[in-house]
């Protein structure tokens, strides 16, 4: 069994208050939730409302696989929501 652990910290410019910070993020979570079949989460920064930190986690037989992942849900928020920027990106994968 593989294990990806992911932690993403990400700047929301358009974010003018928590609540437009908490809709963006409940939707972002949500979408990536189904359409990859992760666990993920809002992890830290729940009081800053520009900023925020997901968790994601998946488990796969092979390695490539839960990097292959990892990498997809990254490059759907890249494409996808032009107006969030990944800030930092921490990446780890436990066999």
Not at 34 to 58: P, R, Y
Not at 87 to 95: A, G, R
Request: aromatic letters at 4%.
């Amino acid at each position: 069994m593989n294990t990806g652990v992911c932690r993403l910290k990400i700047h929301i410019p358009e974010s003018q208050c928590l609540k437009d910070k908490r809709h963006i993020v409940k939707s972002l979570v949500s979408r990536l939730r189904k359409q990859f079949n992760i666990s993920i989460a809002e992890v830290d920064d729940h009081d800053l409302w520009q900023m925020t930190t997901i968790g994601i986690a998946c488990v796969s037989n092979h390695n490539h696989r839960v990097d292959e992942i990892i990498n997809s849900v990254i490059s759907t928020i890249d494409r996808d929501y032009p107006t969030i920027e990944i800030v930092e990106k921490e990446i780890d994968i436990f066999t």
